[in-house]
């Protein structure tokens, strides 16, 4: 989904929320034949990215604590380029845990996370908040925030409580712009077109907008020459896909939640695929998975991994867990799933919205599926 969201134009990408503790301790691996880096823990995914995304890609980290935040920042801080403190997500794993909009209620820590990262870090440092009910609370929040040095504040304009069914507030930001001239402010939610993007800067005064619901709906949000299809951008999304080994629940869940058609035969072949062969075939790409991605997929049973005590029959069960997904509990599981946190941004030339518990990209602590 970012490398699709960067072709069609967006600025910035940002990775699924992490949460700090599963990054800590993951072994950093390249495959030489796709130039994927993965981190892996406990022979589990947990993070992945391509060189060509580097310079555009924030990492979402999810952290309650300054030493662990750090240690998990400085994990991957060599394959991003900004490491961004979620203190925005209302979903409970979030929030029992002390992270997300829990922070919020707890500005102290907040900051020490915050300071602790800016101090130590080589790549700039932001974060992303909601508003509170109280105006002043905000204001006096962000005031800390900016103090200890960030590079960007983006402001989810909807408070802890309201749902995505809740009109986002975006007039509450035009306070923080006049608190906070000199740093970027980064507005999010509610904004699904293109042409919303002026409409923020003009009306609010933002210097960025982020999204996340409309670019999981069609990723070709950010053309300034106007969206493609949902189906073409569906398509296209499949192949990359395919390419980068993606997890095929987590293509499954997208693709089902893009495709324009529900009640099409493809649709429905597309719900009952357990492998990428069928999923093509739904997707009308049976060539294409004959001639590149069945090839794809025999290179992946024979991994080229380079890491610190790289295991190729570690990295050959993943690999096929990747392409074989046929248990049905799995599957229905992954129908059900909700899209958390992880924003894709657009910066002044650009573009769209993210809401709260949909927010596009987020790192699953058990089972969440990532976009």
Not at 169 to 192: A, Q, S, T
Not at 254 to 270: A, C, F, G, V, W
């Amino acid at each position: 989904m970012r490398l699709l969201c960067l072709e069609y134009g967006a600025d910035l990408v940002w990775s699924p929320e992490i949460v700090d503790k599963s990054i800590v301790g993951a072994e950093r691996v390249v495959d030489e034949k796709s130039g994927i880096i993965s981190y892996i823990k406990n022979d589990k995914d947990i993070f992945a990215t391509l060189p060509s995304e580097k310079d555009k890609l924030i990492f979402q980290l999810g952290a309650a604590e300054p030493e662990m935040a750090l240690a998990a920042a400085k994990t991957v801080e060599q394959d991003v380029s900004g490491i961004d403190l979620n203190c925005g997500c209302p979903k409970s794993f979030s929030i029992l845990g002390g992270m997300g909009a829990a922070l919020m209620a707890d500005p102290d820590r907040l900051c020490a996370i915050l300071d602790i990262l800016v101090k130590n870090l080589n790549v700039p440092v932001t974060c992303k908040i909601r508003v509170f009910d109280d105006v002043e609370k905000t204001l006096e929040l962000v005031r800390r925030i900016a103090a200890t040095g960030i590079t960007a504040l983006t402001v989810h304009c909807r408070t802890r409580a309201m749902r995505p069914s809740e009109k986002a507030m975006w007039g509450r930001l035009r306070d923080i712009v006049k608190e906070l001239p000199d740093l970027p402010i980064i507005l999010n939610g509610d904004v699904f077109e293109y042409e919303d993007v002026q409409r923020a800067r003009d009306r609010i005064g933002v210097t960025s907008v982020m999204t996340a619901r409309g670019a999981a709906a069609n990723p070709s949000i950010f053309r300034a020459e106007g969206k493609l299809s949902a189906m073409h951008t569906a398509v296209e999304l499949t192949k990359i896909c395919v390419r980068t080994s993606n997890i095929f629940l987590n293509t499954k869940f997208i693709l089902l939640q893009m495709h324009p058609e529900t009640k099409s035969d493809d649709y429905i072949r597309l719900r009952s695929s357990r492998r990428y062969k069928e999923m093509c075939e739904a997707m009308g790409l049976a060539e294409f998975y004959e001639s590149e991605g069945a090839q794809l997929i025999n290179d992946r049973a024979e991994p080229a991994g380079t890491g610190k005590g790289a295991s190729k029959t570690s990295a050959a069960k993943r690999a096929k867990k990747r392409e074989l997904e046929d248990e049905d509990s799995k599957a229905a599981h992954a129908s059900k799933a909700p899209i958390n946190e992880g924003p894709v941004v657009l910066e002044p030339a650009g573009a769209v919205e993210d809401s709260g518990p949909t927010d596009a990209v987020e790192e699953r602590p058990a089972k969440r599926i990532k976009a």
